[in-house]
């Protein structure tokens, strides 16, 4: 690169860490721009003044810790707010997620930003984790398809989209030095599933390294993860990031992999520069690094500014919402509600005036135009009865109770709007409670005492216990936090204006001690321990059978879909073909309707444990009544495949699997099975630690050992079956016996030098076939 070479070394050093809180340096002797940076998923979050001067610092009020948004957001400039990431994700489109990334893009080109420090994508492994809401889905195959749309949304204006946190950084709880302690298997298959899928369908400019260790090394400094996976397997040309204040050691976090610290840190480009000039850091990694934030700056910086279209973009928000909103409960069809014929309606709580609708923390931003539920119900239904219910969640007021019981019983029909408050759920610390507040259980227990037409709408960043109240209610909505036109989704869902289509992409458990990591989440001593393993989320309740609440992928509508007509594209495949799964969805009710479609699939019995299936294909329909449409999903071997870490590798078996299509998780409507024949060699050698019943576990690795042994004299050759059986349940592994029978005399040396041959000719013959 030419602008490399024009460059000293003290230009090279400081680009490697950046400007002031939120932005790459520049070198402005070789027009190198600077490019700004900004948070959030939900849209650009980015302070009214730019107050930063080299000389005295900056303000960091914009990072500084506020327990509520309020007097906060008026620091920002205002941009459309979208729904979170957790409540996009219930969406399952990703059509919509590109959508809402190109919107938030161009508003950051409206304002001056070259890079979005977003999406999160960290898997939701307890709901109680504080930072949730700006995370999509505990499930890697949604997550990793949901923040890939998004980041092309993103990234097609221009602007560079930031995935994070890479990795294991799943709970807030001293989140800058925890150690998440996970097995290989695991990592892979969960936690850096969802990033491996992103680099390779969305290639996003910069990945964010995330503040904690992983099995005992700070990421910052983990060379496996940021050099040997990301770069070495996974091909990733961007930058890496880190996040902010998440360096220890710049000099091993740089050789470990990390380009560009955040935010400028003076004292470490010293160190940087010194590590350099003694040797401690090669010129050819610095020439990488500075090459691919000199790619940022040539690609994201001083991208002329473009008027957004506000206007198209809330309208977008209001959609984004009502698509992600999922229906729990309708009791009788107690909804939609008649617009035109509404009857007396009462709203109650708080939450209805003063909705909450975004989180906190990074994923802030100043709403252009925050609708409010209890307007936009009244725009539609006309004058309503209205009661506050509560005010403080913690404390409940009987005076309120009585005042709403009163209201709701001149009322027909009431809506109820209870959830979280903002301090309930905070990006920096977990969450103390499954529960909802007192104060708004208490309002659900006192107004569905005394009215059986009760409709509760649920304003929460992650899942709630739903029970035991919702048996007293007759529907509930959930529509998670909406963003600023949230309001107005709700209002068009009520009324029937949108049909539900949204579908949870996390299980909401009945009790918060059923979730997987609840024995030791959030951690302690430092660790957190990751002994679920991969039963995370469904793949947990499925295994253990314990029924959650609702599962993942369920939601209703007002509609109905069958489906039939499930063809799979072959009987048989390899583990080099793809394979077509394809089926029809009918809408069979009286309205139009979006239903996600959605495919497992179920491994056969294999060499390690499996969960029971596997989400592998999911596609959003929209369907007029009476409507049918074909829906097509292609498989591939990675599929069916699990992650072996005695091999180190993703390791498919031979064997029928299923394929499980269906409209939840639990609601299975078609299925059907394929014949995998795997042309993988895989075999697990013998060791002296092996047990004689290990043998049998491959009938030509028997024959390698019986021919072995004969040959060195410690068998004889008419060795028979009735021996072979005998010997199937000695407890004593192989050298031990050997040695045993031979009084010693074969030495351990010796006898690792025969199971060499043995796992030779084992190998040999497997290839053969
Ligand atoms: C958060 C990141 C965020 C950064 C910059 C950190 O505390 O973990 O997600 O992008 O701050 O605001």
Known sequence: MELLRKMTLEEKVSLCSGYGPGSTKGVERLGIPRVNMSDGPAGPRWMNTSTYDPNTGWDMSSLASFNTSSGYTDKLVPVTNF??????GSSWDRQLLHEVGRAIGEECRHIGIGILLAPGVNIIRHPLCGRTYEYISEDPFIAGELGASYIKGVQDTGVGATVKHFVCNNAEFERLSMDSVVDERTLREI??????????????????????KVNGAPVAENHRLLTE??????????????????INDRVKS???????????????????LEAVRTGKISMERLDKAVSRILNLALNHGGLEIQEA??????????????????????EGDILPLDPDVPGVIAVIGTFAKIPRYQGWGCSIV???????????????????????????????????????CETAGRAETVLLFVGLP??????????????????????IEAVSRIHDRVIVILQNGSAVAVEPWIDSVEAVLEV?????????????????REIPSGKLASTIPRRIEDAPASLGFPGENGRHIYGEGIYVGYRYYEKRKVEPSFPFGFGLSYTRFTYSDLILGSETMTDIETMTVSFNVTNVGEKPGKEVAQVYVVPPDSRLRRPLKELKGFTKVTLEPGERKKVRIELDWRDFAYYDDFFGKWVVESGVYGISVGSSSTDIRLEASVEMDSHQVNYTPLTGESYCYNLFANPLQLEAFKEVMVEKGVWPVDIDEDFLDAIKHNFIPLYKSISRQTKGKVTREVFDGWLAAVNRRVLEAMKEG
Not at 83 to 88: A, K
Not at 480 to 496: R, S
């Open 83 to 88: 729904p979170s990431l957790t409540t996009l």
């Open 191 to 212: 936690y850096l599933a969802v990033f491996e899928r992103i680099v390779a369908k969305a290639d996003p400019a910069l990945v964010m390294e995330s503040y904690n």
């Open 229 to 246: 996976i990301l770069r070495d397997e996974w091909g990733y040309p961007g930058a890496v990031i880190s996040d902010w204040w998440a």
């Open 254 to 272: 740089f050789n470990a992999g990390l380009d560009l610290e955040m935010p400028q840190n003076t004292e470490n480009e010293k160190a940087l």
């Open 309 to 330: 279209g506000f206007n198209e973009h809330h309208r977008l928000a209001r959609r984004a919402a009502a698509e992600s909103a999922v229906l729990l409960k309708n």
């Open 366 to 404: 100043n709403p252009r135009r925050l609708l409010i539920p209890l307007d936009e119900i009244k725009a539609v239904a006309g004058e309503v009865h209205y009661s506050d219910g509560y005010v403080d969640g913690d404390r409940t007021d009987r005076g309120l109770l009585l005042e709403a």
């Open 422 to 443: 903002e301090d309930y759920e905070t990006e920096t610390h977990d969450r103390a409670d499954f529960n909802m507040p007192e104060a708004h259980l208490r309002l």
């Open 480 to 496: 998670w936090l909406g963003g600023e036109a949230g309001a107005g989704a709700v209002a068009d869902i009520l009324f029937g």
